[in-house]
């Protein structure tokens, strides 16, 4: 997920992204909306900084009380306009920013990578736990893996926005995985990326051990961690 805040496109290029899609009609209050939609990246970007601050603050506290952090690193990125009309269309929803607001939950995205997995439902937890951060939904690939093997926790939230209209909740998603699945998801999308055949059955096979062999590292590494952690309390008694 790289960042990709900043990047900007001309009214004139979201027009031409409209008529490539050649689903909706462009008339006058389709550009004035386009016009208005230029300036959502904005507000996505100032949620991630939100979520952000509130998540550096936890690292840091976590690190003082328990001697180190869940949190390994933190990506994030905003989606891309094109990307927001194509699922806009995919999702059979006319273009206004009522149906962007309410179908389209990934603009704002923020992935959290964390060193064991039972990190990553402390994470979630804490989560459900604040005021201000609003679980809306949790998709559990880590409970219940993707056919290929994808494991990530999906956690959809919205997150406050003080502006001068009032509040406003902004939703983005936060996907929670370890270093081992960070890397096989990051492997598979680098291997997979603009190949849009069925993939041969042993090639997805080989794809699924390694996401098996990705968990296996994770759970030694929890065994060690546990040894490693009772061989320093046997030491200080
Ligand atoms: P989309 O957001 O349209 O993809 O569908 P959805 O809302 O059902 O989302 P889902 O929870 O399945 O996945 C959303 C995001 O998770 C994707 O944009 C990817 O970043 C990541 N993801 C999901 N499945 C895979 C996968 O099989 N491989 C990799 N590398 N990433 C995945
Ligand atoms: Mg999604």
Redesign the pocket.
Known sequence: ?KDQIGKSLTLEQLQVHVQDLGHWELNEDLSRQLGEFKKMPALYRLALNELENKIETLSTEWKMRDGYSPIEHIKRRIKEPKSILQ?LERKGHAFSFENIERHI??IAGMRIVCAFVKDIYRLADHFNAREDIRVLEI?DYIAHP?P?G?Q?L?VIVAVPLILLEGTRWVKA?I?LRTLAMDFW??M??ILYYKFDQQLPPHVAEELKSAARAADELDKKMLRLRREILELSESAEQ
Do not use: F, G, T
């Open positions: 997920m699922k939950h990934d998709k993707k290929n994808y990530s999906h998603e996907q998801a990051s598979e999308h």
